[in-house]
């Protein structure tokens, strides 16, 4: 099952709530919510409160990607906000088993995120505890960017260590996703796909989506 989550990075800003709605109805999976701190990334996207006013605009997967320095400083307030999946950054992290636990606490789903100059071997001691991977496929800050090819050894390899531990977690990409990369990715082994300008910059945004299902 491959899951489309819209990066709403590329939406209205605006016009938010629309914009969730729209994409809701178009089909989605998951509503990707980048949050960025103008410090671990070079942008200022948007906080927890505005996630607490987007909540009932759908009932979608709300899948939060902090690229944020002190991430466990912000877990309780987007899980309070109305997140499902918080995914951190192993880079941005110092104890990355506690903000693990600090998630699940709140009965969310925990991912781990990592750069593309992140080896997958940051992730192994998580693996048993972690319910998603987030392989980025362009260097975080920016939607519209190329996707990294290098990248996609890294989704095979993930999908290797799944494989050989018998462990169940989701292979999630984001950055450079379209038609002809997410072949590549699913190909690789990943199941949920985060695409921003390939659905946005569309005037179809049904259309779009079912185009990245392959
Ligand atoms: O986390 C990020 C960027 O840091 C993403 O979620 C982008 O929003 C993806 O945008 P596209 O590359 O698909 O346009
Ligand atoms: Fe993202």
């Known amino acids: 099952m491959?899951?489309?989550a819209p990066s709403?990075?590329?939406?209205?800003?605006?016009?938010?709530?629309?914009e969730v709605k729209r994409v809701d109805k178009a089909g989605a999976d998951y509503?990707?919510?980048?949050?960025?701190?103008g410090t671990f990334v070079p942008n200022i996207t948007l906080g927890s409160p505005v996630v607490e006013k987007l909540r009932p605009h759908s009932e979608k997967v709300f899948d939060v990607h902090l690229m944020v320095e002190h991430p466990?400083?912000?877990?309780?307030a987007f899980a309070k906000a109305g997140a499902d999946i918080i995914t951190f950054h192993a880079e941005?992290?110092?104890?990355?088993?506690?903000?693990v636990q600090q998630i699940h606490a709140h009965g969310l789903k925990a991912g781990l995120a990592l750069n593309p100059g992140t080896s997958v071997s940051e992730a192994d001691a998580l693996l048993d505890e972690l319910d998603m991977v987030l392989i980025m496929t362009v260097n975080p800050g920016f939607g519209g960017q190329k996707f990294i090819p290098s990248t996609v050894r890294?989704?095979?390899?993930?999908?290797?260590?799944m494989n050989?531990?018998?462990l169940d977690f989701d292979i999630e990409v984001d950055g450079g996703i379209n038609p002809s990369t997410a072949k590549e990715v699913i190909a690789a082994g990943a199941n949920v796909l985060v695409a921003g300008s390939a659905v946005f910059g569309s005037d179809n945004l049904a259309a779009a989506i079912t185009s990245l299902r392959g």
């Open 8 to 18: 709403i990075l590329s939406a209205d800003f605006a016009a938010l709530g629309e």
């Open 72 to 76: 466990e400083t912000q877990i309780d």
């Open 164 to 166: 050989e531990r018998k």
């Open 92 to 99: 941005a992290a110092k104890h990355a088993h506690r903000i």
């Open 154 to 161: 890294k989704i095979q390899q993930l999908r290797d260590m």
């Open 31 to 37: 509503i990707h919510i980048d949050v960025m701190d």
């Open 2 to 4: 491959i899951y489309i």
